[in-house]
């Protein structure tokens, strides 16, 4: 009987240190995810989702590199370019455009952007009007845009198109003294500016909270750790309810 | 099966035995390896392609595009039911008679929804979801859910004449769906406000 209840004194006590064991070890995972996992849930209050990551190491980090930028297109004083899978107007992204960037001009007073298989419409502030694709009658496979006699002309696998006032309604042309837009190397300060801009853009805090909560921000390392650290807190939660028990049995 | 069974007699009242808490492990092992092979289904898709939808509504014959400016006025009504401002400051639609087409999109989430609604003398006739962006929520898409905007019409405060019940699971899209048809019947009425055909 003396004999069975140190053996039982032994066993709950290598419990008790098992359980102390896992408690050191998944304390630091269980900091890590209760503060990343409440800021993850207050991310739209804070608004996290809206926060680019800034420090260079952290996209170093995420491998975030400057892309090659090509040369812009200049539209009146302001210039269009494409970094890489995105299109500013000067420093500011336009919304809705997508790559290929095939040119840029300046019409009356609004800007014309032919960017994948759309024309894109500005302000000279650089917000959007209208975008104007191939459900609007616009013409497939544009690979450049001009203009001729005050008319928007875009030149295509097919041949050249000329859009009417609205850019509603497109007719083939012979295009000849067709003012092609021309791609031209970026200032040097815009340059730099876009390169700061794209890379901010990429990473948000809200995203960085929700790598490092899973682990992916240390790559599938990272997400086996975690893994352990969870099963750790299984372990941790079953050792201590049992250590409960059967110290209150004694 | 007569494995988990037999932990279950196990677990009313009967001594643990070690082969007991070996076969929990193994259950909890199994159910894990199950989640695992889980297929993770994306509901991303393109249903049906803008210009499809515009031939299926008008017989193969759709009308030349038509625009509405977004003047101050109609900026401030668009921007009362999304939330928002516009994105555009020039709106396209298709019209027939007295029915109108809208080809309209709004974010659900994260991604937009690219939403095509058909107003019939200010009621809407039709409702479809063309491309679906979201990683999740696409139920919106089925039938069941946008029947219900069938015949419904703008009341006071731009709101519709009834109320949408949700798809659990997909409320922003479910959301994103009500704020585009009342969108549709209020570019719907403008425009025949502003005397276009």
């Known amino acids: 009987m003396v004999r069975h209840k140190k053996h039982h004194g032994v066993r709950l006590r290598s419990l008790f240190l098992w359980h102390r064991y896992f408690g050191l070890t998944a304390a630091l995972f269980v900091m890590t995810l209760a503060v990343s996992g409440v800021l993850i849930n207050y991310s739209d209050e804070l608004q996290l989702n809206k926060r680019p990551v800034q420090a260079d190491w952290l996209l170093d980090w995420y491998g975030i590199a400057a892309p090659a930028i090509a040369d812009g297109y200049a539209a009146g004083p302001h210039w269009v370019t494409q970094v890489g899978e995105r299109i500013y107007f000067d420093t500011q992204e336009i919304d809705g455009a997508a790559p290929p960037l095939f040119g840029a001009l300046q019409l009356a007073g609004t800007l014309v952007v032919a960017a994948g298989n759309q024309l894109l419409l500005l302000t000279p502030q650089g917000k959007v009007i209208d975008r104007v694709g191939g459900l609007e009658g616009l013409p497939e496979n544009i690979r450049a845009v001009g203009a001729a006699g005050g008319h928007v002309i875009v030149q295509t696998a097919q041949g050249d198109f000329q859009g009417d006032d609205q850019l509603l309604a497109w007719r083939s042309i012979d295009a000849n003294g067709v003012d092609w837009a021309q791609a031209a190397p970026l200032p040097t300060p815009l340059r730099n500016t876009l390169v700061k801009e794209y890379r901010g853009a990429d990473v948000s805090w809200e995203r960085l909270l929700l790598d490092l909560h899973s682990g992916r921000l240390f790559g599938r390392i990272g997400v086996a750790v975690m893994n352990i650290a969870a099963v750790l807190m299984v372990l941790l939660a079953i050792s201590g309810v049992w250590h409960f028990f059967k110290r209150k049995r004694r | ?197």
């Open chain 2, 1 to 197: 099966m007569t494995l988990f069974f037999s932990n279950v007699r196990r677990l009313k009242g009967a001594p643990a035995h070690p082969s007991f808490y070996r076969s929990l492990w193994l259950h909890a092992l199994l159910l894990l390896c199950l989640l695992w092979q889980m297929p993770i289904s994306s509901a991303k898709g393109v249903y049906l392609a803008p210009r499809d939808f515009l031939q299926e509504v008008f017989d193969d014959r759709p009308p030349p595009t038509q625009t509405l400016w977004i003047t101050k006025e109609i900026g401030q009504g668009a921007e009362e039911i999304l939330g928002h401002p516009l994105r555009v400051m020039r709106v396209h639609y298709w019209a027939q008679g007295k029915r109108s087409v809208w080809i309209l999109e709004e974010i659900g989430k994260e991604q937009p929804i690219t939403v095509g609604i058909v107003i019939k003398a200010g009621r809407v006739a039709q409702m479809r979801v063309l491309i679906y962006r979201e990683s999740r929520g696409d139920e919106v898409r089925q039938p069941f859910f946008l029947d219900q905007f069938k015949g419904a019409t703008l009341q006071d405060g731009e709101e519709l004449d009834r109320t949408i019940d949700g798809v659990s699971g997909a409320t922003l899209s479910t959301r994103a769906l009500t704020k585009l048809a009342r969108l549709a019947l209020f570019l719907d009425r403008q425009r025949n406000a502003h005397g276009s055909p």
